[in-house]
């Protein structure tokens, strides 16, 4: 419970900075935290336009995105304190609960019948076909690590000591800010700030989307950056008191958001048809913390 | 071509085939000796055979119905050959004879029995490399038949894999090793050209090789579990595999049985000919949808029950598993990772390029909505999706007996899910539950919210472009390219290219014919090896009547003078063995 609300808070802010860096790193003073929140408000208020073309399951499309996204926050756990529904293997259905979202978001780009939309819903279905064995391998080898089976359980036996484990630790928030770039089809896969169809992922797919719904989109999308923030402070958190862990929670949220951003402001975007091998090689290292937990277990003697 | 009920003759044959089909089917599973079960097996592949060729004025489905006629003998040859050995040693062709000669043998002649019976069941249930008649006879049968060919007939396949994996006591950890490695590797390999399929029938027969393999790897794991003494995984890997048979049984026979009603109002299967049919056909639409995300195996729908089963197991093995072990898991949750990635890939592509967006050709008859009692099946079959989804624990709980057999340890005192390993399917339930009302309740938000909103109806956006034609939208092979094209070393797709030339430029044209590598390799190049072999002995079938007279004389001759000569025949042999 405790999660969920700190996540929906931290959803509040993250775009917010995001944004706010990305101004000021180029130089702008740029709008305020809350702009996100004010422009989801006001397209809650919008009126849409439907394209003719569109079936009914692009009208409910939004909705069963957000609910998946929803859905997978309540799993999520904060430190010791477990998400909503906490069982064994939780992580997996976290993952499929995602894709549940996913399917939904890229039949609905095909239901215009557009060829952008096409396009944008074939990358992203790709892309994120990729990411995810990187995920489940992270997931897998923290599993072995601590012998627990489920997120709260995991991030409660996981303890960093030794070096190997900063290492792991290090390359796992690698993998989890890269899956959260992934998923969120922001920077080096993707440029949401990007002004031609032919070269969008995320932001082609909801070109037709407006007024109430493409609120709903752009809120899962807030939600979801926080909640891979979330996940992320789980991998330090360990067992750590409320009053030192709620600031932490935000500290982390925080910086995240600014190494996104800076992400945003320094890089390019990767070749689009380079991106899948790219995705791939998250894979190898997330190989690379399993192996990373061998060692630690000692199975190589 | 006539609607199948006007075909008064053809479809006597039909149901009686099938009535001996369902029967020998059901018989199977009863049978406990080695000489009935052959015949009745002999009886199933024939039935099937002429309930597939049901449309045999096409040259296409005889060539597919002879190749699987070809192929369950060639299955049914490994079985005899299992059979038939044990049979010489024991003397007996009862079932449990195979349990006592393979436990008073080593578990060499276990393993190669085993393999014996497992390529023979294994052709049958569609294991790569033995897939081969599948993706032809699945889209040339007419639709119910391949429903029930891909949700029950394959099936048939497992369950002898299961029973000889009860019957015959061997090392259980090679085996289990064995077929986890095939099983990812069918998964993967099915799935991966599914997508790139044109046929819609037959992207679904791909299906049925991807979902093979997951229930292989649920018997593979199992298998591992039983060889190391791990009831936990042992138990969450058959009831996996049981439970995910159970479930592509269903939702493959409702994928087929939407796509039969799409094929009966199009008359075409092609999906790049179709194309915004939820407009004509919402409810078959609806059906489809819900068996695509079922096989995805996301929740809320049963496909993410057993396959979560299957993942428990990996994990739970994971726990307390070496160096080699961990390998193999890391190997498996990657494939199994990948192919429902891929599954969901080729599913979105396959129904949106089927019933979304605009239609991409236009057809000379109305197409409506199938009638109620077309569609009542489905939504039987869609209810039961559904209910394995939410109550999964009724559901597991039936699969106690059977799990308890492998497992070994008697059902009074042994309850399988109840030592921690599997308490988390109900809550999945729950969850799902729990999401169906979430997606429920925002939707009343929408709805309330929106209520005085107005809403438009415009053109599609198209970047200022105001004469779009359907002809523009992304096609499946198109969205399909960008995949195509990493793995196309895998893959293997034949083009045939007439490109634009000259000033006055005629008319272009690009085809695209999906095959299979391993069929191209593994059927269709032995088969012309031998072909032009036997070319040699073409001399003597010249088609000379004389000739062939000729044979027949030197055939009378020789047959009454053997007994003739018999003496001498034997003593010339006795003549040779003394040499």
């Known amino acids: 419970m405790l999660s969920l609300v700190l996540t929906v808070i931290a959803a509040l802010f993250f775009t917010g900075i995001v944004i706010r860096t990305k101004s000021l790193a180029s130089g702008r003073k740029g709008p305020g935290i809350m702009q996100p929140i004010k422009d989801v408000i006001r397209l809650f208020k919008k009126g849409a336009v439907y394209s003719k073309t569109s079936s009914f399951v692009f009208q409910i499309a939004p909705t069963i995105y957000l609910a998946s996204i929803v859905m997978a926050m309540l799993v999520v756990p904060f430190g010791q304190s477990k998400g909503l529904l906490s069982f064994s293997c939780d992580f997996i259905f976290f993952a499929y609960v995602l894709a549940l979202g996913k399917f939904f978001s890229i039949i609905s780009a095909m239901d215009t019948g557009s060829s952008f939309e096409g396009m944008g819903a074939s990358r992203e279905a790709l892309y994120s076909m990729f990411a995810e064995p990187a995920f489940f391998i992270l997931m897998g080898s923290f599993a072995l690590l601590t012998g627990y089976t489920s997120f709260q359980e995991i991030f409660a036996a996981l303890h960093i000591g030794s070096y190997i484990s900063y290492a792991l630790a290090v390359l796992a928030t690698f993998v989890l800010i890269m899956v959260a770039m992934i998923e969120n089809s922001r920077m080096p896969i993707d440029d949401p700030k990007t002004h031609l169809e032919l070269t969008m992922v995320h932001e082609v797919m909801i070109l037709d989307n407006s007024g109430f719904d493409l609120g709903l989109i752009l809120t899962g999308g807030y939600l979801k950056f926080a909640i891979y923030g979330a996940l992320i402070f789980n991998l330090f958190i360990g067992i750590i008191d409320y009053q030192y862990a709620i600031p932490l929670f935000f500290i982390v949220q925080f910086l995240m958001a600014v190494i996104v951003g800076l992400i945003e402001s320094f890089m390019a975007r990767f070749r689009m048809n380079h991106n899948a091998q790219f995705i791939v090689a998250l894979t190898s290292v997330s190989l690379l913390i399993f192996f990373g937990a061998l060692l630690m277990l000692g199975k190589f003697n | ?579």
């Open chain 2, 1 to 579: 071509m006539n609607a199948y009920k006007e075909q008064r003759n053809n479809l006597s044959l039909h149901w009686i085939s099938f009535m001996l089909l369902h029967t020998s089917l059901i018989s199977l599973c009863g049978i406990q000796n080695g000489i009935v079960f052959l015949i009745v097996w002999e009886i199933m592949a024939l039935s099937a055979f002429l309930v597939v060729i049901f449309e045999h004025e096409k040259t296409s489905t005889i060539k597919a119905g002879i190749n699987y006629l070809i192929q369950s003998h060639v299955s049914i040859l490994f079985l005899m050959i299992g059979f038939i050995w044990v049979a010489i040693k024991t003397g007996s062709f009862d079932f449990q004879s195979i349990a006592t000669y393979t436990q008073s043998q080593g578990s060499a002649t276990g393993i190669f029995l085993f393999f014996c019976f497992f390529i023979g069941f294994a052709i049958k249930a569609g294991f790569l490399p033995f897939h081969t008649w599948l993706p032809h006879a699945h889209p040339a049968a007419p639709t119910h038949i391949s429903g029930i060919m891909s949700g029950v007939i394959i099936k048939i396949g497992i369950f002898g894999i299961l029973r000889m994996l009860l019957l015959i006591k061997t090392d259980y950890t090679s085996v289990g090793y064995f077929i986890l490695f095939i099983s990812v590797v069918s998964g993967l390999y099915g799935v991966m050209l599914a997508i790139i399929q044109h046929n819609l029938k037959k992207l679904l027969a791909y299906h049925s090789i991807e979902n093979i393999g997951i229930i292989g790897m649920g018997i593979g794991i199992g298998c591992i579990g039983l060889g190391s003494g791990n009831q936990i995984v042992a138990t969450l890997g058959f009831a996996g595999a049981l439970l995910h048979t159970l479930n592509h049984a269903l939702f493959k026979s409702l994928l087929f049985y939407a796509t039969g009603i799409v094929y009966q109002a199009t008359h075409t299967l092609n999906i790049e000919h179709l194309g915004g049919l939820i407009k004509k056909m919402p409810q078959t639409a609806m059906l489809f949808l819900i068996a695509a995300i079922a096989i995805c195996g996301i929740p809320p729908f049963n496909g993410f029950v057993s396959e979560f089963i299957i993942y428990n197991g990996l994990y739970q093995w994971m726990l307390n598993a070496g160096l080699v072990p961990l390998v193999a898991i890391i190997f498996s949750v990657f494939g199994l990772v990948l192919i429902g990635g891929l599954a969901l890939f080729c599913f979105t592509k396959a129904f949106s390029v089927v019933f979304l967006g605009e239609p991409r050709s236009s057809f000379n008859h109305e197409i409506s909505e199938a009638p109620f009692f077309q569609r009542l099946p489905l939504y039987v079959i869609a209810f039961f999706i559904l209910i394995i989804g939410l109550f999964p624990k009724l559901f597991v709980n039936m699969l106690t007996q059977p799990v308890s057999l492998f497992t070994g340890k008697i059902e009074s005192t042994f309850i399988p899910f109840q030592d921690g390993s599997l308490d988390a399917v109900q809550t999945i339930g729950w969850a799902s539950a729990g999401f169906i009302a979430l997606i429920a309740v925002l939707f009343a938000i929408r709805k309330i919210a929106t209520r005085k909103q107005e809403s438009t109806i415009a053109p599609t956006w198209g970047c200022g472009y105001v004469a779009p034609t359907p002809k523009i939208q992304y096609t499946a092979s198109s969205y399909a390219r960008s995949y195509s094209k990493l793995f196309s070393n895998i893959l293997l797709i034949e083009k045939e290219e007439k490109t634009v030339t000259g000033i006055f430029p005629s008319k272009a044209e690009f085809k695209t014919h999906p095959y299979d590598r391993i069929e191209k390799w593994l059927i269709d190049k032995p088969i012309k090896l031998y072909k032009s072999f036997l070319n040699w002995f073409l001399f003597l079938n010249n088609g000379k009547l004389q000739i062939s007279i000729l044979y027949g004389i030197i055939f009378i001759i020789s047959v009454i003078c053997i007994p003739l000569f018999y003496n001498e025949i034997v003593l010339f042999i006795e003549f040779l063995k003394q040499l």
